[in-house]
């Protein structure tokens, strides 16, 4: 006499031992192992993990708890604690958090704000600034600055380099958000010669 039964399936089994062996080796079961529900396919099986048992999907492991699994999705997966969304890498995970952060450099020009000294520098070179300064005067005033020949490129197709690790740039934007993306070691501290510049910039501008 048959005692146990697959309703998915439509099959039955002489043993309770016979049916769990089927569970486990149909692909028509996905079974949570951490509470012993059922589902009809891999993916349900993964987002009720997901949901309800602090699963990593891409790694295929388990968490204590939701403070260790976003921990790891932070470190591991380049997501952003503040909205929770996902990057492709570290360095666009980094430019992403530039959005939350408040914008609190001003222009010397104009009334406007901004997150970087980039984004305010580009504003200034490309002569959307109610000042009307452009590129030209910008990159004038940089070889002005007394601190210039630290920042000043040797190479004959550029004008600025980094003081730190001698990347070349065109422009000193360019130099900015290099210095900013923190791509080398050098800091914008109250000596550093990029920071000389931008306190010269503010009386120039």
């Given at each position: 006499m048959y005692s146990d039964y697959c309703d998915r399936c439509d099959r039955q089994f002489n043993s309770e031992s016979a049916l769990d062996q089927h569970i486990r080796d149909s692909p028509r079961h996905h079974v949570c192992y951490a509470c012993d529900d059922d589902f009809g396919d891999r993916d349900d099986l993964e987002r009720h993990c997901e949901d309800c048992h602090f699963y990593c999907r891409d790694c295929g492991r388990f968490f204590d708890s939701a403070e260790d699994l976003e921990q790891h999705d932070i470190?591991?997966?380049?997501?952003?604690i503040t909205c929770g969304r996902y990057f492709s890498s570290e360095s666009n995970l980094k430019n992403h958090q530039l959005t939350h952060m408040e914008k609190s450099i001003d222009c010397p020009g104009c009334e406007?704000?901004?997150?970087?000294?980039?984004?305010?520098?580009?504003?200034?070179?490309?002569?959307t600034c109610s000042s009307g300064v452009n590129r030209e005067r910008i990159t004038e005033l940089a070889f002005e600055c007394r601190q210039s020949q630290y920042y000043a490129s040797s190479k004959d197709d550029f004008d600025f380099e980094c003081p730190d690790c001698a990347a070349p740039f065109s422009y000193i934007s360019g130099l900015f958000q290099h210095v900013q993306s923190e791509a080398c070691d050098e800091e914008l501290d109250k000596q550093s010669p990029l920071r000389v510049f931008l306190r010269f910039l503010s009386r120039r501008v």
């Amino acid at each position: 006499m048959y005692s146990d039964y697959c309703d998915r399936c439509d099959r039955q089994f002489n043993s309770e031992s016979a049916l769990d062996q089927h569970i486990r080796d149909s692909p028509r079961h996905h079974v949570c192992y951490a509470c012993d529900d059922d589902f009809g396919d891999r993916d349900d099986l993964e987002r009720h993990c997901e949901d309800c048992h602090f699963y990593c999907r891409d790694c295929g492991r388990f968490f204590d708890s939701a403070e260790d699994l976003e921990q790891h999705d932070i470190l591991q997966h380049d997501m952003c604690i503040t909205c929770g969304r996902y990057f492709s890498s570290e360095s666009n995970l980094k430019n992403h958090q530039l959005t939350h952060m408040e914008k609190s450099i001003d222009c010397p020009g104009c009334e406007r704000y901004f997150i970087t000294y980039f984004a305010m520098l580009l504003h200034l070179e490309t002569g959307t600034c109610s000042s009307g300064v452009n590129r030209e005067r910008i990159t004038e005033l940089a070889f002005e600055c007394r601190q210039s020949q630290y920042y000043a490129s040797s190479k004959d197709d550029f004008d600025f380099e980094c003081p730190d690790c001698a990347a070349p740039f065109s422009y000193i934007s360019g130099l900015f958000q290099h210095v900013q993306s923190e791509a080398c070691d050098e800091e914008l501290d109250k000596q550093s010669p990029l920071r000389v510049f931008l306190r010269f910039l503010s009386r120039r501008v």
